[in-house]
């Protein structure tokens, strides 16, 4: 059972969903989505962690280039869907 989201954070996510559109795949990293939200990173976690529970965001790997100049997969997210206020309004 997941708890449920307050205003803000839903506010937030919609933030998220209009401006996720950084790279084909639609997915941001934690820091990326800590800059764009204006936000620490582990503020970010947490939101995302309600996020993912909610099923409105979910997790993908994307390629990413190290100091050291090799290629990994770094965790991303992006919006499922868009998230929508219980209330109706």
Sequence with gaps: MSAPANKSTEQELEKLHANNQTRPTGALTTNELAELCGRGPDWVRQMVKKALTAGVMEMIFIS????????TKVPAYRMVKKPTNKKGK
């Design 64 to 71: 990413a280039t190290t100091i050291a100049g090799r290629r």
